[in-house]
């Protein structure tokens, strides 16, 4: 008479019973000391570091020497407060975006991501965490625009700092998720920039970074108000000018948000964890 035998199923894999909740202090620990070691790599990549910090100095100087043909008539808009939320969105595309997409797959492939899964770090941890260098980054860089900005072009001050910092949130927030599901897609670190060109080019052009969506052609602005990072470029300028309504501030919001929630299911489904080979 033969024992009979049982088997035990294996485990559930991490992927599919990550922690996405609520941060706990434990939690937040995890992910603070997994920052300042993304941060220590981010400093001593010099070639990484300059870029982050001249190109959107650059980009910004560029536009404000074009500005002039700008027709901004009727937009409520004057040169300086064109450029300066332009300026906002173009560090949130270049830094945050553009800087987070070689970062994951850099991990990726080196099989950093693999190796951190098999500790106490849930996913989202080890994203987010992977995250806070460039986002930390790219706010100092809006603080020091909106200040130095304020100080040296003839602007008025925000007419509701809440509402722009909360565009700001909801674009990083945007930006981040989508830069991981670039990641994704991203076979290499070579590659890296070349996949994540598309949604630069189209946020650049056609999400109002300089230049209200109404001096467009209906049909066209109305197509261009449903691109992610259209939204929070309206509350950035709506808490930088004033002058939007409360349905136009929730529509915004509501957006954002769907457009992140849609990114965060994007990660769970396609993110690959592995080196690709």
Request: hydrophobic letters at 50%; one cysteine or more.
């Amino acid at each position: 008479m033969s024992a009979q035998q049982t088997t035990t199923p294996p485990p559930a894999s991490k992927a599919s019973a990550a922690n996405w909740g609520l941060p706990s202090g434990a939690s937040l620990r995890r992910v603070r000391a997994l920052a300042r070691a993304e941060l220590t790599l981010l400093l001593r990549n010099r070639g990484a570091l300059t870029v982050s910090l001249l190109v959107p100095v650059l980009m910004i100087a560029g536009s404000w020497s074009t500005s002039e043909e700008l027709d901004l008539a009727g937009t409520g808009l004057s040169r300086a407060d064109s450029v300066l939320t332009g300026g906002i969105g173009m560090v949130l595309l270049l830094v945050v975006y553009l800087g987070l997409i070689p970062t994951y797959v850099t991990r990726r492939e080196e099989g950093v991501l693999k190796r951190l899964r098999t500790g106490e770090l849930s996913d989202g941890e080890i994203l987010v965490g992977a995250a806070v260098p460039a986002t930390a980054l790219a706010l100092a860089q809006c603080a020091v625009l909106l200040i130095g900005g304020s100080m040296v072009l003839d602007v008025s001050t925000p007419a509701s700092i809440p509402l722009l910092l909360l565009g700001l949130v909801l674009g990083i927030a945007v930006l981040a998720t989508f830069a991981t599901v670039t990641a994704a897609v991203s076979r290499t670190v070579e590659s890296a920039q070349v996949t994540g060109m598309p949604l630069l080019l189209v946020s650049a052009v056609g999400s109002g970074l300089y230049f209200p969506l109404g001096v467009l052609p209906d049909t066209l602005a109305e197509i261009c108000r449903f691109l992610p990072l259209t939204p929070a470029v309206d509350l950035i300028r709506a808490g930088w000018t004033g002058g939007e309504s409360g349905a136009e501030i929730l529509g915004a919001m509501a957006l954002a948000v769907a457009w992140t929630a849609f990114g965060v299911y994007a990660i769970r489904r396609r993110f690959r964890w592995e080196p690709r080979h």
